[in-house]
């Protein structure tokens, strides 16, 4: 396929909250094969030239959802933002579902019957990593501590815009169906999609799209780990740690000896599993007895049983703990999630759809700025990885960390892009991917994914056997293992 690329100039700022613009204009390479797309149907086609249009809104909504940074179930300016733009092209709107103000819907249909094709978007940010759009560290101009170190920003731009194009396509070729795109907060904490799903969200949908910023360009090809995510909570007795301890009873003590049974349970685990703690809470002052603590767990494994048989082990180990220390304990589970299920069909469709659109074209200016930030984190300086990756033959080994896509994916069949949007090897979760998605460059990743997910989406709504053999990869998959919710089904989410 030809990639044609036309140059957009505009002018790059380099801090959203000071107002610091470049001496001079940047041009901003922007993905355009549409005008000599060799093989796209007329339905893409029609997508494509939407994305044409929207490619600047794409790139204002990046910036805006980076200068919003807002952590989990608080992001109210970005789902608030988002829905309206998607409101105002004619979609409708369903603000605070599942019970989260952050959470909402947005609906289009023409016509009558055809599929119901999902995009997922999300926009929350993480706390502590908020960076300047610079190649070394600095804290925000305007005082915010959180920042985009996933990059949801673009994240929620680009799967905004795809949906707008296929709902304009969808008018413009006449094709019958609906397409809905679900805001989806939190999922930082693993929280929002969970709760989505309990409360019948995605009930209906016939294939969903999402995609992710990374470091490379691919079709999610790596499944990811099972998980439960919970609190355990001690209280005893204060006393004076010196003049009367024999009165006291720490909790403290109870959680420092669930830590010591949980990395006791370590030798005896599966090697998948992982297991990981922080203590929020531990007592104010050494003098006094902590007649409360609190300890925060994750445990994680591919395969969603011995999740659940390791979470009933750490369970044990609390109540010994408590028994033990002469405590009361109380465990809270906040969210749960399974391994996210891959999609054979769905990879291939938006595989070949990738390399139609190709990797994002960045200036050379982007790639001398990753490589200073390389540079400065003493990490090998290439720049920006803009290739490719080819779909491997069987899906490869399955990525530590976990993600409440998970859940989507058991309900529907469901496939992932991944769209480079930082220098290679950057940490993740950090100041520097924070920085890197605080520049407009960085939106060209958002306007790949709107094209790939645009492009797929049509094929969805067109092709019924593309649909069919979607389906019956998912049943296959899920066959004999039908979705459980991973926490109760009338839980409420933990909003503030």
Known sequence: ??????????????????????????????????????????????????????????????????????????????????????????????????????AFTATFRHGSGGPVLGVLAEYDALPGVGNEPVPHRAARADGVTSGQGCGHNLFGAGSVGAAIAIKRAMEERDIAGEVRLFGTPAEETVVGKVYMANAGVFDGVDATLVWHPETATRVTNASTQAMNNFTVEFRGQAAHSAADPWNGRSALDAVEMMNYGANLMREHVQPSTRIHYVIPNAGE????????????????????????????????????????TRTEHEV?????????????PLQEAMQANLEAVGGPSFPEAFQAWGREMQTSLDIDPVGLDVDVKPLAYGATPAQGGSTDVAEVSWLTPTVQLEVTSAPKGVPWHSWATSASHGTEWAAA????????LAMTGMDLLTDPDLLEAAKAAHREATAGRPWRAAIPRDQKPPVP
């Open 1 to 102: 396929m030809n990639r044609i690329f036309v140059p957009t100039a505009i002018t790059v700022v380099t801090g959203i909250a000071t107002g610091m613009l470049f001496a001079s204009p940047i041009r901003l390479v922007s993905q355009t094969p549409t005008s000599l797309m060799e093989g796209a149907s007329a339905a893409e086609m029609a997508a494509l030239e939407a994305l044409d249009d929207l490619a600047g809104e794409i790139r204002d909504m990046s910036m805006t959802l980076w200068e919003f940074s807002e952590t989990a179930l608080l992001e109210h300016r970005s789902a608030e933002y988002l829905a309206g733009l998607l409101e105002a092209e004619g979609f409708e709107v369903e603000t605070g579902v599942a019970g989260m103000p952050t």
């Open 445 to 452: 990743a958002a306007d790949v994914a709107a094209r790939v």
């Open 285 to 324: 002052a050494p003098n006094v007895v902590p007649e409360y603590a609190k300890v925060w767990y994750y445990v994680r494994d591919t395969l969603r049983a011995n999740v659940e048989e390791y979470y009933e082990w750490l369970l044990d180990i609390a109540d010994a703990a408590a028994q033990a």
């Open 332 to 344: 809270s589970l906040t969210t749960g999630v399974h391994a996210l299920l891959l999609n054979r």
